[in-house]
Every structure is written in structure tokens, then in C-alpha cells.
């Protein structure tokens, strides 16, 4: 019986107030994309933040999130985090240590 008061009188609502229905509908959408931006933003900073990738490479591409969100977010996701991987898994510079017996040198 409650329910159904309230159906109607949500029904009575939005046929005598039709702009105040669509601005609380406009608002929880704004409200969903801005939440779902802020989520995608800090993935994308938390995830620069674990990536194994120098400091000036995380510089820039924090500079890049924050500057411009969704698309520096996007492109992190995409492109950064792939290369950084890259990075990751490349052997280091210079000649290979050799082992003689028990002893390692380089």
C-alpha cells in the first residue's frame, strides 16, 4: 500500500513539475560521469605510481593525467602503461655478468 502511494504520488509529481524531475535526473547523471572520471583519473595515478618506469617518465605522465584527465587517463592506460612494461623487461646496459666457479663478477 506504501509503495504504491509513493508511485503515485511520484507520477503526480513529475506531470506538474516536469523540469524539477529532469534536473534531479540531469544531476545523478553529472553526478555518475563525475565519479566515474575521478575513479578513472586515480587508476590511472595509482597505476603510475606501481609502474616500474624512472622518475622523470612519471613525472611527465602525472603532468599529463592531471593536465588533461580523461584523455591523459585513457592514453596511460593504452600506451604508457604497455611501454613502461617494455622497459621493465629490457636487460640492463653493459656487458653480462660472467660466473667462474662459486664466484660471480662483472
Known sequence: MLKS?????LAQTAAEQPS??????VLVVGALIALG???LVIGALVSLYRAEAD??????WVLIVVM???????L???????????NALRPAEGPAPRLDGDQATA
Do not use: C, D
Not at 55 to 60: D, E, L, R, S, Y
Open 76 to 86: 596511460w592506460f593504452v600506451i604508457g602503461r604497455s611501454q613502461a612494461r617494455k
Open 37 to 39: 572520471l575521478a575513479a
Open 20 to 25: 524539477q524531475v529532469w534536473g534531479w535526473v
Open 68 to 74: 588533461a584527465p580523461l584523455l591523459g587517463a585513457a
Open 5 to 9: 502511494e509513493v508511485t503515485r504520488s
Open 55 to 60: 622518475g622523470t617518465t612519471k613525472a611527465v
